[in-house]
């Protein structure tokens, strides 16, 4: 099977002047995960596109577990599991020999693996299906802002259609328009940081190759002299090829399909392998790591890419730009619905600054390494890279790639655990997320809050809910509307319990 | 945390020097500088605590220029 990419019929512009509480700029990943997460939290959203449909090319391969926990909560963790291909080892290569290899070792006692890689065409495409499901989601597209004036009730966007402009007034702006955000430059929004001098080819190549469902990372290949190689297996037999060419490659040149052609074939060649292959996509990019040094801008809140730009090894854009939905939108939907005061959403910044400046730190950490800066840094990383073969305590030295993690400085989120319902097994995250629940251990939480008790509605049969959320009979844990935990309290302790969510709505530690 | 010691601890200060030249010796600039990473990353590691690596690190750094 292989993919379609939809065309999505252009929305011709309203009549006169438009309003909306929510208009989300930009449906890429973000924005759609956005829209479906404030959809499913009751609000109405506009979503603005300038295209007409979805990503091209594979672009963010790597959902990590937190991200495929999200989109569980979201209703579509199956999808990802049934079509992305789960994988859990790596290998690094260093010549013509292997450096070191890891086992992501997912725990037992997940419903999410550590990785499943899927193109991020089809995360699109199904969020856009769940969005118009709905029928809270109104999708525009070929929607582009084209003007913006910020104010202090909201945004007054200048659209661009087919069928010619149109004004929209936002209560809430949420900025997704990815890293060349039309909405930071026009507001004149820093967006500063680091841009590493190396170019990297990165192709979509369809095969039946014989390589195992792991990643592998090259070093100095004999197929590719003094550069690196990345390669990962995606769906419907699309394999992704990361090759570094180094600043001086001539971008218009090396996107040339006869010379991807010739540096794949030398690639599978240098295996003993002459599978044909076909391109499916090809692109060159330059790695950036950078930040705004604020994403909340009164009633203007910036999302991925646009607040935010990672260099993709280590897979930190894509996930760490759902995790921005993730922490922004049941703070959003509080605030729409009078639960929550405004306040509410300068923890959004609070909580996810921290979660890009890690993010940014480990993949400027993870480029310093495949791309050496300097003769000393080259230096340290052949020895690095020579020691790993015959000495364990260099082989997690090696960095090819800091792999996704959910960001815990700010509470983390609520671990997984199998349990059984009704004699069913079942699994805690399934029943945590569309709002504020308790989950208490033995004792029923007095509480008017949604809740779960371990050993009452469901039974913790293995014991792991319980020793990974640490609760001891009587104990009970609040977990927001992200599956972070709040606060841990009493289960008895009804005025305990009220105070925390009180606490959790107004942002007050 | 343990500090880093800069007192004289070596018994043959003489070997040690010379047996560093000896590792050097014939080597081209790259190759030289790789072994001298190698040295900083094995014995890093046999020290096996990172705060007398980066006092050592610090110690080492020209000095900042007036
Ligand atoms: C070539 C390439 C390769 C990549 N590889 C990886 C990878 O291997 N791993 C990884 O994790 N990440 C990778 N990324 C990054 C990853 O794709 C992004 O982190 C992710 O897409 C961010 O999602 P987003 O929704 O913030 O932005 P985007 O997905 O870029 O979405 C922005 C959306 O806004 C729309 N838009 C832009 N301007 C306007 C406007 N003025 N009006 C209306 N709509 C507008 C765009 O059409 C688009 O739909 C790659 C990106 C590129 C370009």
Redesign the interface.
């Given at each position: 099977m292989h993919f379609t990419p939809p065309r999505f019929a252009a929305f011709a512009p309203p009549r006169g002047q438009d309003h909306a509480a929510v208009v989300i700029a930009g449906g890429g990943l973000v924005g759609l995960t956005a829209a479906l997460d404030l959809a499913r939290h009751g609000v109405r959203v506009v979503v603005l596109d300038d295209d007409d449909t979805v990503s091209t090319g594979s672009r963010a391969i790597c959902f990590a577990k937190r991200t495929l926990e999200i989109y569980g909560r979201l209703g579509l963790g199956s999808r990802f599991l049934e079509k992305g291909v789960t994988w859990n080892q790596g290998r690094v290569f260093h010549g013509e020999r292997e450096a070191y290899s890891f086992d992501l070792l997912p725990e037992e006692g997940h419903e999410y693996p550590a990785f499943v890689n899927l193109q991020q065409y089809y995360a699109e495409a199904w969020l856009v299906e769940a969005c118009m499901a709905t029928g809270r989601v109104e999708l525009r597209w070929r929607n582009a802002v084209a003007g913006i004036e910020n104010r202090a009730d909201g945004a007054r966007l200048s659209v661009t259609t087919p069928a010619g402009p149109y004004t929209l007034h936002a209560d809430w702006l949420i900025a997704a328009d990815g890293a060349r955000s039309f909405i930071r430059r026009a507001l004149g929004l820093a967006f500063e940081g680091q841009v590493f001098r190396d170019r990297f080819l990165i192709a979509d190549v369809v095969m039946q190759a014989a390589f195992p469902t792991e990643r592998w990372f090259w070093f100095d290949p004999p197929f590719h002299p003094g550069q690196s190689v990345l390669l990962h297996r995606q769906p419907d037999d699309v394999w992704r090829i990361d090759f570094q060419l180094g600043w001086d490659a001539d971008p218009a040149l090396e996107q040339q399909p006869e010379r991807v052609r010739a540096r794949v074939a030398q690639m599978l060649g240098s295996r003993g392998d002459d599978v044909p292959f076909e391109l499916e996509w090809i692109s060159i990019y330059t790695f950036r790591c950078r930040r705004m040094q604020r994403f909340r801008h009164g009633r203007t809140i910036f999302v991925g890419d646009a607040a935010h730009q990672v260099s993709p090894f280590g897979a930190r854009g894509g996930n760490g730009g759902v995790q921005d939905a993730d922490n922004l939108c049941w703070k959003l939907a509080a605030v729409l619905a009078g639960q929550a005061p405004d306040a509410l959403l300068d923890s959004y910044d609070a909580e996810r600054i921290p979660a890009a400046d890690e993010n940014i730190l480990n993949s400027t950490r993870s480029t310093d390494f495949i791309t050496p800066k300097s003769?000393?840094a080259?230096?340290?990383r052949?020895?690095?890279l020579?020691?790993a073969a015959a000495?364990a305590?260099?082989r997690p030295?090696v960095n090819s790639g800091r792999l996704s993690r959910p960001y815990e400085g700010a509470g983390r989120p609520a671990p997984d655990a199998p349990l059984l319902r009704n004699g069913r097994p079942d699994w805690l995250l399934r029943h945590t997320g569309d709002g504020f629940t308790v989950v208490s251990n033995g004792v029923v939480p007095a509480t008017g809050l949604p809740a779960i008790t371990l050993g009452q509605d469901f039974e913790d049969h293995s014991g792991l809910a319980a020793a990974r959320l640490g609760l001891g009979h009587g104990d009970a844990v609040l977990l927001r509307p992200d599956q972070h935990i709040a606060a841990r309290i009493a289960a008895a302790d009804a005025a305990g319990i009220a105070a925390a969510h009180r606490a959790s709505l107004h942002a007050v530690a | 945390m343990t500090h880093l010691l800069t007192a004289p601890r070596l018994a043959e200060p003489d070997v040690l020097y010379a047996a560093l030249m000896d590792a050097h010796r014939d080597l081209p600039p790259d190759e030289s500088r790789k072994l001298d990473a190698k040295l900083v990353l094995l014995l890093a590691n046999h020290i096996g605590e990172l705060a007398p690596v980066l006092q050592a690190i610090a110690l080492a750094k020209p000095p900042p220029r007036a």
């Open positions: 003769d000393a080259r230096a340290y052949d020895a690095v020579e020691l000495h305590f260099a030295v | -």
